[in-house]
């Protein structure tokens, strides 16, 4: 039997200390864990630290991994938490990508207008998916965003794979009925 990604092996010897496996295993996994950070937190700065913080996180929770999921499930797990937590304590953070600090020359003509338009509809989509409720949230962004099966979104969330369809679809309406009222 092929081993699909060897993180079990560097698991291991991660557990007995071994740094460059580690290192090998945050490689591997560091843009996705960002992009989950970002998913929630809409801010560079910000997702990069937390993705620091959950590494940091999973290094000293690493001797509680178990096996009973993947490491990349149990990563996931501890990456949305974190991140959860995050937002709780930085509300006031809330839009994605966008600098109050506007830098003038970047502007001119059509292409400032066609800039700000698509910087304040992303804004809006952010502002609509921060209304989501939380595990409605969570599975959006994971699927959406993470580009996770719905197999792997019921792995990290803890639920049925028919729950978690039935999140992402419930996500998904209550996201287009909040733009349609922004639009309006």
Known sequence: ???????????????????????????????????TSMGFLHNADDAEDLTQDIFVKVWHSLKSF?????????????????????????????FVGINNEVNESQYSGNYAEENLEREEQKKQIWQAINKLKSNQKKAFVLFYYQELSIKEVAEVMDMSQKATESLVFRARKNLQKALLTIDR
Not at 7 to 31: H, P
Not at 69 to 89: C, D, E, G, M, P
């Open 1 to 35: 039997m092929q081993r699909p990604s060897g993180d079990s092996e560097l698991v291991n010897q991660a557990k007995e200390g071994q740094t460059e496996a580690f290192s090998r295993l945050v490689e591997k996994y560091r843009q996705k864990v960002f992009q």
């Open 66 to 94: 178990d096996g009973r999921s993947t490491f990349s499930t149990w990563l996931y797990r501890i990456a949305v938490n974190q991140a959860i937590n995050r937002v709780r304590k930085n509300k006031l953070r809330s």
